[in-house]
């Protein structure tokens, strides 16, 4: 049995002074696409550039010493500590409240 995959196509409209449709119109002429193909294939490239900058992180080496300092030593966090042995005393059924007061800023 066959998969055949039908692929949808969309219409992308941009507006552009005319002087930049002149610019790619001679560049796709050059290159000998469609004005059509080579936008895509000239927009498709710059996506694919910034999706992948964003997905990788770039650190220094002391930013990378840092990061993984942390991860091997991260900071106790007290109010989750707290929240556990609340969990914890209402599981036993011992709970206590404690009202710590609030600041109030304007």
């Known amino acids: 049995m066959t998969i055949s995959h039908v692929q949808e196509n969309v219409r992308l409209v941009a507006r552009a002074p005319k002087e930049v449709q002149e610019i790619i119109t001679n560049a796709a002429e050059?290159?000998?696409a469609s004005m059509?193909?080579?936008m895509i294939d000239a927009a498709l490239e710059r996506a694919k550039e910034v999706v992948e900058r964003?997905?990788?992180l770039t650190l220094s080496m002391e930013?990378?010493?840092r990061f993984f300092e942390a991860l091997d030593n991260p900071p106790e966090i007290?109010?989750?500590d707290d929240a556990?042995?609340?969990l914890k005393d209402y599981?036993?059924?011992t709970v206590t409240f404690e009202r710590k007061p609030q600041s109030?800023?304007?």
Do not use: D, I, P, V
Request: proline share 0%; hydrophobic share 30%.
């Open 30 to 32: 050059l290159s000998g």
């Open 36 to 38: 059509s193909q080579f």
């Open 54 to 56: 964003n997905r990788l």
């Open 63 to 65: 930013g990378a010493n």
């Open 78 to 80: 007290q109010h989750l």
């Open 84 to 86: 556990y042995k609340a």
């Open 91 to 93: 599981e036993n059924g």
């Open 104 to 106: 109030k800023t304007l």
